[in-house]
């Protein structure tokens, strides 16, 4: 199956969130408002996010994964296309692909 990385910018009340987000090539959810509008996920995933705190309390810091809940997003702007990459379909055991919402593995 192919899928599109985009770079995204999201906002939060609390949060400004730059990460990669990875959405299906075509089809249902391939565009980003789609993805964001869909209902049976209540959670965003990232991988490779920059995560910044709006009142400056602490320090920005790099997360391999996080999952974002919906509800929270005020704000999603695409800020490039990383491109399409082909991943074959689910697996079992430790070599198997990543899934979309997968986190890495340590």
Do not use: C, K
Not at 4 to 30: A, C, D, F, K, M
Not at 78 to 106: C, F, K, M, N, R
């Amino acid at each position: 199956m192919q899928f599109r990385r985009e770079r995204v910018r999201v906002e939060t009340q609390r949060h400004i969130i730059e990460g990669t987000l990875q959405l299906p090539n075509e089809g249902y959810r391939s565009r980003t408002t789609d993805f964001l509008n869909a209902h049976d996920s209540d959670f965003i995933a990232l991988i490779d996010a920059d995560v910044t705190w709006t009142d400056g309390a602490r320090e920005p810091e790099r997360q391999a994964y996080m999952a974002i809940s919906a509800r929270h997003v005020i704000l999603v702007t695409e800020l490039e296309s990383l491109g399409v990459v082909d991943e074959p379909g689910p697996g079992v055991g430790p070599d198997a692909p990543l899934a979309i919402s997968t986190p890495p593995q340590a």
